[in-house]
T-cell receptor, first 113, second 112 residues
Framework: AQSVAQPEDQVNVAEGNPLTVKCTYS??????LFWYVQYPNRGLQFLLK??????LVKGSYGFEAEFNKSQTSFHLKKPSALVSDSALYFC???????????FGKGNQVVVIP | EAQVTQNPRYLITVTGKKLTVTCSQN?????MSWYRQDPGLGLRQIYY???????DKGDVPEGYKVSRKEKRNFPLILESPSPNQTSLYFC???????????FGPGTRLTVT
C-alpha cells in the first residue's frame, strides 16, 4: 500500500524567505505525486503534480516541487514566501498500479510578516 | 463554473440515525472519491469510484457505504453513525488521466 510522510507538523518562515515543505513517499510501481493546499474553512486546492518527465515541476502561485526517485521525496518549494501562503499543505501519492490515493498528515505553514 | 458540491455542509445527528451526504460534480469526471479529515491524521480515503457502478474501498471504509448510479453523483451513506465518525468529510473528482482532484467544500459531521 502506498503512504506519504510529512515529517514536520508546522513550518515557520519569514516573509520573503525561501519556503520548503518536505514529503517522502512509499509506493510500489511508479508514483503519481501531488501537492494540495487548504486555506481555513475551505476544501483542498490542487497546486502541482508529477507523473512523468522533468523532475522539477512548476505549479500554481509560484510553487515548484522536485521529484527525487532515489530519496523517494517530493519536496515543495517557493523561492520567496508570502503571508498569503500561510495554509495547510498536503502531499499525496498514487501508484500507477492501483487507483487509491494516499495523503499525508499535512503541514501547517506559517509565514511571519 | 466547474465545481464539486456537497450537501449538507454541516450536520449534527445522533448515534444510529441513518444519514446520506450528497456529492455532485459537473465536469464529467470518471473518478470520484470520499475522504475524511481528522486532526493529526490528515486525509484518509474512504471509498472511490472509477466510473458508474464501479466502486472500491479506500483505507477506512468501515461504517460507510457508497453508490455510483450516475456519473455526476457519488453519495456517502452512514447506515448507523457512531461518534467515531465525527469528522470533516470531503468529496473529490478527477479524470482518470491525471487524477488531479477537485475538492468539494466539505461537510462537517458531528455524531452525538
Amino acid at each position: 500500500a502506498q503512504s506519504v510522510a510529512q515529517p514536520e507538523d508546522q513550518v515557520n518562515v519569514a516573509e520573503g524567505n525561501p519556503l520548503t515543505v518536505k514529503c517522502t513517499y512509499s509506493v510500489s510501481g511508479n508514483p503519481y505525486l501531488f501537492w494540495y493546499v487548504q486555506y481555513p474553512n475551505r476544501g483542498l486546492q490542487f497546486l502541482l503534480k508529477y507523473i512523468t518527465g522533468d523532475n522539477l515541476v512548476k505549479g500554481s502561485y509560484g510553487f515548484e516541487a522536485e521529484f527525487n526517485k532515489s530519496q523517494t521525496s517530493f519536496h515543495l518549494k517557493k523561492p520567496s514566501a508570502l503571508v498569503s501562503d500561510s495554509a495547510l499543505y498536503f502531499c499525496a501519492v498514487k501508484s500507477n498500479g492501483n487507483n487509491r490515493l494516499a495523503f499525508g498528515k499535512g503541514n501547517q505553514v506559517v509565514v511571519i510578516p | 463554473e466547474a465545481q464539486v458540491t456537497q450537501n449538507p455542509r454541516y450536520l449534527i445527528t445522533v448515534t444510529g440515525k441513518k444519514l446520506t451526504v450528497t456529492c455532485s460534480q459537473n465536469m464529467n469526471h470518471e473518478y470520484m472519491s470520499w475522504y475524511r479529515q481528522d486532526p493529526g491524521l490528515g486525509l484518509r480515503q474512504i471509498y472511490y469510484s472509477m466510473n458508474v457502478e464501479v466502486t472500491d474501498k479506500g483505507d477506512v471504509p468501515e461504517g460507510y457505504k457508497v453508490s455510483r448510479k450516475e456519473k455526476r453523483n457519488f453519495p456517502l451513506i452512514l447506515e448507523s453513525p457512531s461518534p467515531n465518525q465525527t469528522s470533516l468529510y470531503f468529496c473529490a473528482s478527477s479524470t482518470r488521466l491525471n487524477y488531479e482532484q477537485y475538492f468539494g467544500p466539505g461537510t462537517r459531521l458531528t455524531v452525538t
